[in-house]
């Protein structure tokens, strides 16, 4: 696709990464040129400025977006992220790969995101709620429990939703939304199970790779990239598996344990001294020697863009399970492929935070709350559904599971598209 002087939003490379993949399923299933020439376009792009008073009284003007990209399947659906570095075509990019997640999860959801460029960490926790709720207010007409329902990500967490949700609520004469926002506080019609959610998604689907290539799980080695929200779940859920997870890291550097570390201890550990370094009997190593391990399984769950074409030949493990969003690039999948190492792409193995947000979303319509183990439960379903058909569709045309994963998305998407008779042939 061309990009104009008019369209820089659209030549971010997150966004050029996902066009690259939607073009390459696009092929693999045929699909109709005009459906794919409207696939490749987000809908709606919303630019706002967010103004904010400040702990000393002066008044900082933010800039915050919400992309609408493709609403075929659903309503809208994504996070919103506060960090320093979010501008329009980040946003772009990541409300493109909430499109085609929702699609290959088989969830009745379209895609979006939002996000304010500000450094969540250096602004106090009343300013962060006086800009969530000036940032809730300019784009409430575009969002609710019908339209966009967004949701936490980095930098924004189940406080940030009911602030959010209260302020869409008041702009509704006052009466309670819930439907509005996903991720929030049990007390105010969040969804149990919903913290755990992807790293227990990750370990489902890790459990299902391992068996394809033969490995199971109780005794199988791992290391794991990122001990955050999704990273320390996926640790302690395969702990409790058997599995030996061997080394983790953080911001800190890696550590090493040949004989598992204890990572119910290891949890303990970080909420008393908030970094990995210096927890017993543990080496430690680099991150890169970590993602370099010999080990059945890697799951990388920190951060985009790790394994790349300057380590892929390097990397030892038989699957890879991504459980962070795009760590391992395109061009290092097709390495990685051709190497014979499984990976689960991110689409798949990182969707069961978006699958409960699901869950969480149906039971506020309802207004009636299902136990965890019935979240639990649920989530398992509809994550394995998804990576079968990946997997069908990875063994009948020989192709990675990144491809298979968005083919199957991209031929949703265009099903769905012509039988609603927007964009006809
Ligand atoms: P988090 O902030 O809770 O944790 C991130 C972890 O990565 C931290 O332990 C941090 O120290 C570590 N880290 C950062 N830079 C690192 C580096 N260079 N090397 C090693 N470790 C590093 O974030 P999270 O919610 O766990 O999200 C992690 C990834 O998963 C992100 O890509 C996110 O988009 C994706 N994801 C998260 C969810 C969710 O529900 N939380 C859902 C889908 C995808």
């Known amino acids: 696709m061309e990009i104009q002087k008019s369209e820089a939003h659209l030549d971010g490379p997150l966004f050029k990464n996902a066009l690259q993949t939607i073009e390459e399923a696009a092929k693999l299933i045929n699909c109709d040129p005009n459906v794919l020439e409207r696939l490749k376009r987000p809908r709606r792009c919303l630019t706002v400025s967010v103004p904010v008073r400040m702990d000393d009284y002066s008044v900082k003007v933010f800039t915050g977006y919400r992309v609408q990209y493709n609403a075929t399947l659903g309503p809208f659906k994504g996070g919103i992220r506060y960090h320093q570095n979010v501008d329009l075509p980040e946003v772009v990019g990541l409300a493109a790969l ?21 450094d969540p960490n250096k602004i106090s926790r009343t300013e962060k709620q006086n800009l969530t709720r000036r940032y809730a207010s300019e784009i409430a007409s575009f969002v609710g ?158 951060l985009e863009g790790q394994i790349d074409t300057h380590n892929a030949e390097n990397i030892k493990a038989k699957v890879i399970v991504e459980g962070a969003n795009g760590p391992v690039s395109v061009a290092a999948t097709k ?30 319509i309802m207004s009636l709350f299902w136990d965890e183990e019935e979240v639990n439960n649920r989530l398992k379903t509809i994550i394995l559904r998804a990576f079968d058909v990946g997997f069908k569709f990875h063994q009948e045309k020989n192709v990675d599971m990144r491809s298979a994963a968005m083919a199957v998305s991209v031929q949703r998407l265009e099903k769905a598209m012509l039988l609603r008779g927007l964009y006809p042939r």
């Open 335 to 364: 390495i990685l492929h051709k190497k014979g190492v499984f990976i689960a792409p991110d689409v798949i193995a990182n969707g069961g935070g978006v699958i409960v947000s699901y869950f969480e979303w149906v039971q506020d």
């Open 145 to 302: 429990p019908t339209k966009d329902i967004p949701a936490p990500d980095v930098g924004t967490d189940p406080q940030t939703m009911a602030w959010f949700m209260d302020t869409y609520s008041q702009e509704q004469g006052g009466y309670a939304q819930p439907g509005v926002v996903t991720g929030k506080p049990v007390e105010i019609g969040g969804s149990l199970g919903r913290n755990h959610a992807t790293g227990l998604g990750v370990v489902y689907i890790a459990e299902k790779a391992f068996e394809k290539v033969g490995i199971k799980m109780a005794g199988a080695t791992i290391a794991i990239q990122g001990f955050g929200n999704v990273g320390s779940f996926a640790a302690l859920f395969s702990h409790q598996r058997g599995a030996k997870v061997v080394a983790v890291s953080d911001v800190s550097g890696a550590i090493f344990n040949g004989d598992g570390l204890n990572i119910p201890e290891l949890i303990e550990y970080i909420k008393i001294n908030k970094i990995l370094k210096g927890f017993p009997n543990a080496s430690s190593i680099t991150n890169e020697e970590l993602l370099t391990l010999k080990v059945d399984g890697l799951f990388p769950c920190a």
């Open 98 to 118: 909430m499109t085609f997640k929702n699609s290959v999860l088989g969830l009745p959801l379209g895609g979006a995101k939002g996000g304010v460029c500000v």
